[in-house]
């Protein structure tokens, strides 16, 4: 879907002490969100991955005038307990270690259908079939190695994060850049113009590049999945409503940006197919020229040489600018499919300041389990045990899954799990219900 991050800079250093010590000296993300006007202590607290935030119970606690343990109830502290609990289970069953050989293949066979790309433009040469199957077959290594990226960015593949920043700059600066087609071509061209007039206004109020953008907006996401103004991949641009609250606030304002009550038809028209191929583009172009972090842009330019050089002999440079941003948009409507059947559908809202497993189990659901599923969307099938367990290799979640699905049903936390098409219709379905609750508050029902 649509969506924005204003700021994009350092993430403060979060821990887990169970982790390899090697993991625990490089920066990890904060997942809690600060409160803007609370008192701050001298230095910040660390905290553990799957810990209730301190900093959102110290935030109620301030507005409220009592002390924040007092706001933490009974039941989210059996949960926290239980949830520590299991991490420890899952760290003695060594689900937190990687099977290298898993990664690897994985890579290979990015690395077999780039090959396979090329041969068959080679052989069967430029024309209508082989350019169609071409491009299908590079759009399926762009969104597998866009997989790949997200476990590298996780720090789950290696022991030694240098190692976890290093293939991630590589797999989505070299093998799956995001590099400038005809309109990132032209957005390239206006940044640079606005930078080059204005860049002691701007130099300080931009951040990130692409794997420091991904990064950031990922584990912001993370910290709290589905949560208005602090979550960036529900941030719309007026563009959609979601969930229930945000429509009815904006049909009681009376704000009609666009007719929202169908938007589940428009959708099809502006959010798969434009996702990547224009507004990605554009925000990952703005971030590295205008942070100048020529280290990202190196690693961009070095897939787009590659690009051009093998594919330019066959279609001409304009050919293959429309190429690429063919392989763009077929790579676009999996990507957005993928990223949106496991929370769009899931409640969407203003933080509620829950434990850290009941806040994760309510914003994500899961797809069912089968080989096809774990590969087409990159085990993000398990998007539960994932967020539980955000450094877990994705090879392990399916183990810990009926851990997770244990402590749900003691605490009578719901745990959803559902076929891949429905899930896939109920993107749909949940937009068309917000719509309809726009409506039906901007016309007074």
């Known amino acids: ?228 103004h602090k979550d960036p991949d529900v941030k719309m641009l007026h563009v959609f409503v979601l969930g229930e609250s945000q429509p009815l606030e904006y049909g009681r304002k009376k704000l009609k940006y666009l007719p929202y009550n169908h938007q589940h038809e428009y959708f099809f028209l502006i959010g798969p197919p434009l996702l990547i191929p224009m507004y990605f583009q554009y925000q990952i172009i703005m971030t590295m020229v205008m942070r100048r972090d020529w280290v990202d842009l190196a690693w961009a330019i070095s897939y787009y040489v590659r690009f051009f050089s093998t594919y330019v002999p066959f279609y001409g440079i304009l050919g293959a600018l429309l190429f690429l941003n063919f392989i763009r948009f077929l790579e676009s409507h999996w990507f957005v499919w993928v990223t949106q059947m496991n929370h769009i559908v899931m409640e969407i809202d203003l933080d509620h300041h829950r434990d850290w497993f009941s806040s994760q189990l309510a914003a994500t659901c899961n797809v069912e389990q089968s080989f096809f599923n774990d590969w087409f969307s990159g085990h993000l099938n398990f998007q539960i045990e994932h967020h539980l367990f955000p450094t877990m290799p994705r090879h392990n979640l399916r183990k810990i899954a009926p851990l997770v699905k244990s402590l749900c049903a003691k605490h009578g936390i719901q745990y959803q799990e559902k076929p891949l098409l429905r899930a896939l219709l109920d993107i749909i379905g949940s937009l068309k219900k917000s719509g309809q609750l726009w409506l039906d508050a901007y016309l007074h029902k």
């Open 1 to 228: 879907m649509l969506c924005d991050s204003d700021h994009v800079g350092p993430i403060a250093p979060v821990t887990a002490p169970s982790q390899p010590a090697s993991r625990a000296q490089t920066p990890r993300p904060d997942v809690s969100a600060v409160c803007p006007g609370a008192p701050h202590p001298a230095s910040p607290p660390v905290l553990v991955q799957g810990d209730l935030c301190p900093q959102d119970v110290r935030c109620s606690a301030w507005r409220r005038g009592v002390p924040g343990r007092e706001l933490v109830s009974r039941d989210q502290s059996e949960i926290t307990e239980d949830f520590r609990a299991l991490k420890k289970t899952a760290e003695d069953m060594n689900l937190f270690h990687t099977n290298h050989l898993f990664f690897l293949l994985l890579l290979a066979h990015i690395l077999v259908m780039e090959s396979a790309a090329w041969l068959i433009v080679s052989y069967f040469g430029n024309g209508w079939v082989p350019t169609l199957l071409t491009a299908f077959v590079l759009a399926t290594s762009q969104a597998q190695a866009g997989w790949l990226q997200h476990d590298y960015g996780h720090l789950s593949v290696y022991k030694k994060s240098g190692w976890n920043h290093v293939v991630h700059k590589f797999v989505i600066g070299h093998l799956k850049a995001r590099c400038p087609g005809v309109a990132g071509t032209a957005a390239l061209v206006w940044v640079t113009f606005v930078l080059l007039r204005h860049k002691t206004q701007h130099r300080s109020c931009w951040g990130g590049a692409s794997a420091n953008w991904w990064n950031h907006r990922h584990f912001q996401h993370h910290a709290k999945p589905n949560v208005f």
